[in-house]
């Protein structure tokens, strides 16, 4: 294959993302009817709640196992508000932290739910080897029944200290589980479209059930720091396991889309779906997929819209570097918090 068609097939598939956000789009509103009746609470009840503290969002990137960020972190969590991506609330809890919110909009009725501990997992489900194939969360891909099992406890204990932040295009078992760990639920509907439009999905289910709408950037991480920026109105946030990409040395089988990628491509052109993109605080590289980088640059578009809260990326890890964003070490964090205790 000729070099000139490499990023060709990248910014194919990228530009197809639109198409694929739309299918996932319909499933997230056909959500939000059946949750209608379950919203009660708001995030507009939130505003402000950070008290002007910090907000440490935490996702679910490799890099948090890799540079065991939370661990690190352990002894001075209690000077953040901890805000979980749904993806990250089982390692929060496995490092001792139990986060103060947790957010989840992924409208997957199978796989989200193992987050919260999937107490209906069954042969068939495991079937699908999403789990065991990734590293996002390398304690859950072995010994999945018990490794579950272990997931509903952690969750069932802290669930009642635990508010969830459910957009209204989560799927029923995540939000059964969350009423039934006696988390304190708090909706947001995401921003599909143009609310000014007459004609918006965003602004009909607005009318419906009575939620805001928040952009939610695509993906559940972006969704965690700008609930932590806007709706909390944290004075600074510090972020853990946005990497948006992979480690070097990670098979190209255990990256997230593999198996899509699988579906239309041949093996030979499957290495081209991917860019390798240099970070320039760690001067190594990394490697993202369409979608990964299309959540990157969707973030960065956000970040004048984050009223002058301090966005501080901790990560040690990925792509998610710019003008805008501060580059600190965890252990520049945790020198800094040491001071206050």
Not at 132 to 141: E, F, V
Not at 257 to 280: C, G, R, S
Request: one cysteine or more.
């Amino acid at each position: 294959m000729a070099d000139n068609q490499i990023p060709q097939i990248f910014n194919i598939l990228s530009d197809g993302l639109e198409a694929k956000t739309w299918r996932y789009s319909q499933l997230g509103i056909a959500n939000a009817e059946a949750n209608r009746p379950f919203v009660k609470q708001t995030i507009k009840g939130l505003v402000g709640a950070a008290n002007d503290k910090t907000c440490l969002v935490v996702s679910g990137g490799p890099s948090l196992l890799r540079q065991r960020s939370l661990e690190r972190l352990a002894a001075v969590a209690s000077n953040f508000v901890v805000v979980a991506a749904d993806g990250a609330l089982g390692h929060c809890l496995r490092a001792g932290i139990s986060p103060d919110y947790v957010v989840s909009v992924d409208p997957d009725g199978e796989r989200i739910v193992r987050w919260f501990g999937d107490d209906a997992l069954t042969d068939e489900k495991l079937e699908d080897d999403y789990f065991r194939r990734q590293d996002i969360d390398a304690h859950l891909n072995t010994n999945e029944i018990e490794k579950n099992l272990e997931q509903i406890r952690m969750v069932n204990e802290a669930g009642p200290n635990i508010k969830a932040i459910l957009s209204t295009s989560a799927s029923e078992p995540v939000r059964r589980r969350c009423y039934e760990s006696g988390m304190n639920v708090f909706w947001w509907n995401p921003l599909y479209d143009d609310i000014s439009d007459p004609n918006s999905i965003s602004r009909r289910l607005v009318h419906e059930n009575g939620a805001p709408c928040m952009n939610a950037g695509g993906n559940v991480g972006t969704s965690a720091t700008v609930f932590a920026a806007r709706i909390l109105q944290a004075s600074r946030v510090i972020m853990l396991g946005m990497d948006f990409s992979y480690y070097d040395d990670t098979p190209i089988e255990s990256t997230q889309y593999y198996d899509q990628f699988k579906k239309f491509m041949l093996d030979a052109e499957i290495p081209h779906a991917f860019k390798t993109i240099v970070n320039p605080y760690l001067g190594k590289a990394f490697f993202t997929d369409p979608a990964y980088y299309w959540y990157r640059e969707a973030f960065l578009d956000l970040l004048p819209n984050f009223n002058g809260c301090e966005i501080i990326n901790a990560t040690e890890g990925g792509i998610l570097f710019g003008d805008d964003i501060i580059w600190m070490s965890v252990n520049e964090i945790l020198e800094q918090e040491r001071t206050k205790i």
